[in-house]
């Protein structure tokens, strides 16, 4: 694998967020209750953070085929994403060893805010 940049896109919309919430139980109003986000002033629900590692794990297995295995993932959370949006996973190599990749990674909208940075990931090759 070269350093070239991988990219991974993904527009979430708001079933993917209901989804979600249901998957992981995090029924927060911000994220589906357009009287609540009116009264806060946003426009649209706003996606959990949280999902965004689960959008690098998803970006991971498609660089490395479905027999790479996860072995660490940080993320910091930087702004916030709404309903709709599309999101861009960004990763490129920060070291590769024979059977093991580090990444440096960051998730960003298709209109460049950046949604997470810093983030890395380390991964175990089949």
């Given at each position: 694998?070269?350093?070239?940049?991988?990219?991974?896109?993904?527009?979430?919309?708001?079933?993917?967020?209901?989804?979600?919430?249901?998957?992981?139980?995090?029924?927060h109003?911000?994220?589906?209750?357009?009287?609540?986000?009116?009264?806060?002033?946003?426009?649209?629900?706003?996606?959990?953070?949280?999902?965004?590692?689960?959008?690098?794990?998803i970006?991971?297995?498609?660089?490395?085929?479905?027999?790479?295995?996860?072995?660490?993932?940080?993320?910091?959370?930087?702004?916030?994403?709404?309903?709709?949006?599309?999101?861009?996973?960004?990763?490129?190599?920060?070291?590769?060893?024979?059977?093991?990749?580090?990444?440096?990674l960051?998730?960003?909208?298709?209109?460049g805010?950046?949604?997470?940075?810093?983030?890395?990931?380390?991964?175990?090759l089949?």
């Amino acid at each position: 694998m070269s350093s070239d940049e991988l990219v991974f896109e993904r527009t979430i919309e708001l079933p993917d967020m209901i989804a979600y919430a249901g998957a992981t139980w995090d029924w927060h109003r911000l994220h589906y209750d357009m009287s609540y986000l009116r009264e806060i002033d946003l426009d649209r629900p706003v996606v959990d953070g949280q999902v965004f590692g689960a959008y690098l794990a998803i970006a991971i297995r498609e660089w490395f085929g479905p027999d790479a295995v996860i072995t660490a993932l940080s993320l910091r959370f930087k702004n916030l994403v709404f309903a709709g949006e599309t999101i861009r996973c960004l990763g490129r190599t920060a070291v590769e060893e024979p059977g093991r990749v580090e990444l440096d990674l960051r998730v960003e909208t298709t209109t460049g805010r950046i949604a997470v940075a810093p983030a890395s990931a380390t991964v175990q090759l089949p």
